[in-house]
């Protein structure tokens, strides 16, 4: 197994210290593309590497992909038709469990965005209010309520299951993926499906549209510290130790201009964030996207690392039946020499 060490990112900064030191690219005139699962501003830092540069400066001409959801995204890097992916950090592990060696580059942030579980209008007013609630009722068909996340195994649905599983209630609902933002809401228009679990910018829309109201808020702090205990890297940005090994230098533009990106997004407002990524974010309204944009704030890993702690409060909803994760260690996860390389080339 080969890795990509702290000496080695080191030799790299040497390098190109002077490049970096004067605006100058890492990585010359490389091609590059960076796979995103949805149209949502919780990827917002690829977005802003992309909009203001970041990636140009790096020296890569990179082209942002739309995978469709997390789990399309996990299997164009697995393919090696993607450099780089962001999406739950459970993709790298699956990744590593099937034998491809997932590496976890940076995390993006503290806790969840996007377990927001989003009933339909009509069911709330019939007083269907809280989750055990929904469990005890049933589709005019006998069957159980219909619960809809971008995709099985993915962000959505590993943390929504993990509180669902916690109450006793995960066996009680029919789990089903819907994809992108569009299909998520029409299902939910449509009543295909009982309950939406997304992220604020989605409840907000169908909440404009009358389609669905807020059931259980499972990005609320007190909840998450409830349930969860404290930070967690949730969204990571990850690749292959084989993309890795046959580009490094690459690998570390990339990374420079995602931290970059982490960066700018902390001194800009939500207003600011918007009009910068709007382009990736046009399925939902403005309105709904600042709403989120100022809740990522909130969550966003500024520092971008993983110690033990969080790591740990993480192991009991990765690695469990329904994921179906062998446990990792973080150091046969995590390559951090991109990132510390980084910080010393742009200090926050």
């Excluded at 000496?7 to 210290?17: D, T």
Aim: net charge positive; charged share 20%; glycine share 8%.
């Amino acid at each position: 197994m080969a890795y990509f060490t702290r000496r080695s990112a080191l030799k790299i900064v040497a390098a190109g210290g002077a490049a970096i030191a004067s605006g100058r690219a890492w990585a010359q005139d490389k091609t590059g593309r960076v796979i995103y699962p949805v149209a949502v501003p919780v990827y917002q830092t690829q977005f802003v590497a992309d909009r203001l540069g970041y990636f140009k400066e790096a020296g890569l001409d990179c082209k942002l992909i739309q995978g469709g959801s997390g789990v399309k995204t996990r299997e164009i890097i697995a393919s090696a038709q993607g450099d780089i992916g962001i999406g739950d950090i459970t993709h790298p592990m699956q990744l590593s469990n099937r034998g491809r060696n997932g590496r976890v580059l940076m995390p993006v942030d503290t806790r969840s965005s996007s377990v927001m579980f989003i009933i339909r209008r009509d069911l709330w007013d019939q007083g269907i209010t809280t989750l055990e609630k929904l469990t005890e009722w049933k589709r005019p068909d006998g069957r159980k309520p219909i619960v809809s996340v971008s995709s099985l195994g993915g962000t959505n649905h590993v943390w929504s299951s993990y509180y669902m599983e916690t109450m006793g209630l995960d066996q009680k609902v029919t789990w089903i993926g819907t994809g992108n933002v569009d299909t998520m809401l029409g299902s939910l228009k449509t009543k295909q499906v009982d309950v939406l679990v997304s992220s604020l910018s989605l409840l907000n829309d169908s909440k404009e549209q009358g389609w669905g109201t807020l059931l259980f808020d499972g990005t609320d702090e007190t909840i998450w510290n409830k349930y969860i205990g404290g930070k967690v890297p949730v969204t990571a940005h990850f690749t292959l130790q084989a993309t890795i090994d046959k580009d490094p230098a690459k690998m570390q533009a990339f990374v420079t201009a995602i931290w970059r990106a982490t960066q700018w997004i902390k001194t800009h407002s939500p207003d600011e964030i918007h009009d910068t990524i709007e382009p990736y974010v046009g399925s939902t309204s403005r309105a709904a996207n600042i709403l989120e944009i100022t809740a990522l704030q909130k969550v966003t890993d500024y520092d971008a690392s993983i110690d033990a702690a969080a790591f740990a409060r993480g192991e009991k909803v990765w690695f469990r039946e329904m994921t179906g994760i062998k446990p990792l260690t973080p150091a046969g996860l995590v390559s951090p020499s991109f990132i510390e390389a980084a910080r010393k080339a742009y200090p926050a």
